[in-house]
């Protein structure tokens, strides 16, 4: 059920005629609060970094790339949403997981792509994925992006269609020696 739902939708939807009278908003909001972690809202999703917390990015912030223990450069990515389904953070394969994508450009080129079926984190008032690896294109040498401007995109799209997407630039930095 969408937070959108009209009381007369609701009960297409449960297969029965009755009106439901004054207990139609409470199962609305009951729902919508369930579904999204806040109320009444419109889908939305900023574009974080980090592991273990998604710290927002903004144009113009550095993003550290990792090197990996297999020799590929990469960055860990994740984002702040709402009024998407949060899904089961704790199960993987749960239908209600919304789906994410993380993509690089270069100079309007895709240089690394992944796309998660993963639950969201309640933290705060928003929903929070973190931690994902977005891996560069191994066959590009790494002069082509450190140092240089790189935009990055998220999109985000919920079992029912709710859907969102933010792009920011960002300057790639060499890995830490």
């Known amino acids: 059920m969408r937070c959108t739902a009209s009381p007369a939708e609701s009960t297409t939807r449960l297969g029965t005629r009755m009106t439901l009278g004054a207990l139609a908003p409470l199962i609305l909001l009951a729902a919508c609060e369930d579904m999204t972690g806040e109320r009444n ?5 900023e574009l974080g970094a980090g592991l273990d917390w998604a710290t927002v990015l903004h144009d113009g912030d ?4 990792v090197l990996g223990p297999q020799g590929g450069h990469m960055v860990a990515l994740g984002l702040h949403a709402g ?40 933290t705060g008032g928003a929903l929070e994925l973190a931690g994902t690896w977005l891996i560069f294109d191994p066959a590009l040498p790494t002069t082509a992006y450190f140092d240089m401007p790189l935009l990055l995109h998220v999109n985000i799209v919920g079992e029912g269609g709710e859907s969102a997407s933010d792009e920011v630039e960002v300057v790639a930095m060499a890995p830490l020696e």
């Open 62 to 65: 550095p993003v550290q790339v």
């Open 41 to 45: 809202s419109r889908a939305w999703v």
């Open 83 to 122: 009024g998407v389904p949060r899904g089961d953070s704790t199960d993987p394969t749960a239908p209600s997981n919304p789906r994410v994508t993380f993509q690089a450009h270069l100079d309007h080129d895709v240089i690394a792509s992944v796309t998660v079926i993963r639950g969201l984190s309640r």
